[in-house]
């Protein structure tokens, strides 16, 4: 079965405050490997694809890359707008037509 | 161009009526997908559809069904509510039928007293 381990739960930073978050993954066969960023009471917006190890995607403050078991969503700088829950989802390919695998989300509060 | 469309955006139900909630994807796009949203679960998937074909079923009773018309807009039902089924409905859809990044919509907020 398809598994999703995303650390830490929450993350406080100042804004400023460089650091990453973490995606674990247990897939057979990963097809690609997606980031999202959900507001309170908003569907979950998306951010990056990712397909195989050693790539990277970039976009304003975030970075995202993949190994062969885990990802990292790296955000520098971060301003109190990024203040977010982060989700990491996965699609196995094969069968799973259309099925994404979540993790539980990280909760990213920046303070000014 | 237009993202994805849900409605209702909220609902209130009572214990065993049935609900029926409604997605129109971005235009183009052929793939949609459903799933549930809840404090405890998380994001968890509940059906895909393809081309008016459910290819995919997640781990959800028959109370949970859905279709899709021939122009890619997708409808699901939840027959004989229970408080359990109380929570965020996210419609997705994709241009990529395979393993493609997928868009959602809003949400239908379902409450059921």
């Known amino acids: 079965e398809d598994q999703v381990t995303q650390s830490p739960e929450a993350l406080r930073l100042q804004e400023g405050e460089s650091s990453s978050l973490n995606c674990s993954y247990t897939?057979?066969?990963?097809?690609?490997l997606f980031w999202y960023r959900q507001d309170p009471g908003k569907g979950p917006e998306f951010l990056f694809t990712?397909?195989?190890a050693g790539e990277e995607k970039e976009k304003e403050r975030l970075k995202a890359t993949l190994t062969k078991k885990e990802s990292f969503l790296h955000i520098t700088a971060p301003k109190p707008e990024d203040s977010a829950t982060y989700l990491c989802a996965v699609n196995a390919g094969g069968t799973s037509y259309g099925k994404l695998t979540f993790g539980q989300g990280t909760i990213l509060t920046v303070h000014p | 161009k237009a993202g994805v469309t849900q409605t209702p955006r909220y609902l209130i139900k009572t214990r065993g009526q049935q609900v029926t909630l409604s997605c129109s994807p971005i235009s183009g796009h052929r793939s949609v997908s459903w799933y549930q949203q809840t404090p405890g679960q998380g994001l968890q998937f509940l059906f895909e559809y393809f081309s008016e074909t459910q290819r995919n079923k997640g781990n959800f009773p028959g109370r949970f069904s859905g279709r899709q018309f021939s122009n890619s807009r997708s409808e699901m039902n939840v027959s004989t509510l229970e408080l359990g089924d109380s929570a965020l409905y996210l419609c997705?859809?994709?241009?990529?039928?395979?393993?493609?990044?997928?868009?959602f919509g809003p949400g239908t907020r379902l409450t059921v007293t």
């Open positions: 990712l397909y195989s």
């Open positions: 997705a859809s994709s241009l990529d039928p395979g393993a493609g990044e997928q868009y």
């Open positions: 897939v057979s066969g990963l097809r690609g």
